[in-house]
């Protein structure tokens, strides 16, 4: 079954369509990734978008001009996927949507919102859409997120030691999959690690002004703006008592909590600071609350993905924060997914291919001690494509691994474990 997944995370940027060829062989579900192509939101639409993030206030005539233009951009992004990537022959279509809202309080989630009408999917590209994919989690106790999670423990599993995957987007989050090749350790853990992107590029947009063509800065590009600061040790201090990061997994957060008046109270005292000095008190912050969420673990590696892998600086104090020696003992290595065969520009796109895969299979797409639910559960709502709806058979047998083969033409298939 050919697949275009598509995203876009909390940095709001871009929508991100991968296309996978995706078929069982016994017990191991086999991902050929055919492709990614990134799509821009317009400038208008991405701002219209920021501007109605919390804690803006905002109207439901908004949310419906924002849903159906989401849904169209979500839309136009499918076709182009299922042209360039699929040639013509994509069979479903997986929208995560845009997030909006995440509705947590004192440790629980109560409801969570994603925006981009599947319907304009469906009427584009004459596929059937899997959409809405984190409500029935949430519906049956559990946090919503990370969904990614079932995709790391299923293509992780096996592997030596602890692997913990990591997505750095505009929230980091974690999966750590205890046991390894042994199969013993517990069970499978998930949860949000806190900002990854979002305090940097807030504090980068309202800061730094203008970059040389005279364009407004979007994002610290390169880690070049935390390259040239010093980290701010009081600022830093304030940063890291937020009571989230004490919180027990599993756990979620987003934009609700972290945004640029949070960063503006935790500056407030602090006097004025370069912006180069905030971005990499941010960036540290960033990499230290990823390294305590996952040093408990005893992580073996760390198998980074997300847009906070293209920032240097960002990974090189993680990989500072992580410690030890080069080859020494209790190194944990950290690489990017890249290495396993998941572009780790691409990876939460493919992970929601896989989650429409599984959702129209008739298969669970979560796994509760990930998400904290009190049971798996079938995700997301489908919408028709074309005349009539046909769904495969469920198979014989669910899913326990997943392996990543090379596209066609590239050689031999390329296994996580």
Not at 54 to 70: E, F
Not at 77 to 101: I, K, M, N, P, Y
């Amino acid at each position: 079954m050919r697949v275009v997944g598509l995203m876009s995370g909390t940095s709001y940027d871009a929508i991100d369509a991968a296309a996978a060829d995706l078929s069982l062989d016994g017990d191991t579900l086999v991902l050929t990734p055919l492709g990614m192509i990134s799509t821009a939101y317009d400038d208008e639409l991405r701002a219209d978008l920021a501007g109605a993030l919390p804690p803006a206030g905002v109207d439901l005539a908004a949310v419906c001009r924002l849903d159906t233009r989401i849904g169209r951009a979500f839309a136009a992004a499918a076709v182009r996927a299922d042209e360039e990537l699929c040639g013509g022959r994509a069979d479903l279509v997986a929208s995560h949507g845009q997030t909006v809202f995440h509705w947590a309080e004192d440790g629980r989630v109560h409801g969570t919102l994603q925006i981009g009408e599947p319907a304009w999917i469906a009427e584009a590209t004459g596929r059937p859409v899997v959409s809405g994919f984190r409500t029935r989690d949430v519906a049956a106790g559990g946090q919503g997120a990370p969904l990614v999670s079932i995709v790391d423990v299923l293509w992780l599993r096996g592997r030596p030691g602890v692997p913990v995957a990591l997505n750095l987007g505009g929230i980091g989050n974690v999966t750590v999959v205890p046991g390894g090749a042994q199969g013993t350790g517990g069970e499978p853990l998930a949860f949000d690690t806190g900002p990854a992107n979002a305090l940097i590029d807030a504090a980068v947009r309202a800061l730094a002004g203008r970059d040389a063509s005279g364009r407004p800065y979007a994002m610290d590009a390169g880690g070049a703006l935390a390259a040239r600061g010093t980290v701010h040790r009081p600022l830093l201090r304030r940063l890291l008592d937020d009571p989230y990061y004490a919180r027990d997994a599993p756990k979620t957060t987003g934009k609700e909590r972290f945004h640029l008046p949070y960063l503006r109270a935790a500056l407030e005292g602090c006097g004025p600071l370069p912006v180069e000095d905030v971005v990499a008190t941010l960036t540290r912050l960033t990499a230290r609350t990823v390294a305590d969420a996952i040093r408990p673990f005893g992580a073996t590696e760390v198998i980074a993905s997300g847009g906070g892998t293209r920032n240097p600086v960002l990974m090189g104090l993680l990989r500072e924060e992580l410690g030890g020696e080069p080859g020494g003992a209790g190194r944990c290595v950290v690489r990017s997914s890249d290495e396993l065969g998941l572009p780790a520009g691409a990876k939460e796109a493919y992970a929601f291919a896989v989650l429409g895969w599984l959702t129209a299979h008739g298969l669970p797409g979560t796994v509760p001690s990930c998400t904290g639910a009190r049971h798996a559960s079938v995700l997301g709502s489908i919408t028709p494509g074309g005349p009539g709806l046909r769904l495969p058979r469920p198979p014989a047998t669910a899913p326990g691994r997943l392996t990543v083969a090379s596209a066609p033409g590239t050689g031999r298939p390329k296994h996580a474990g």
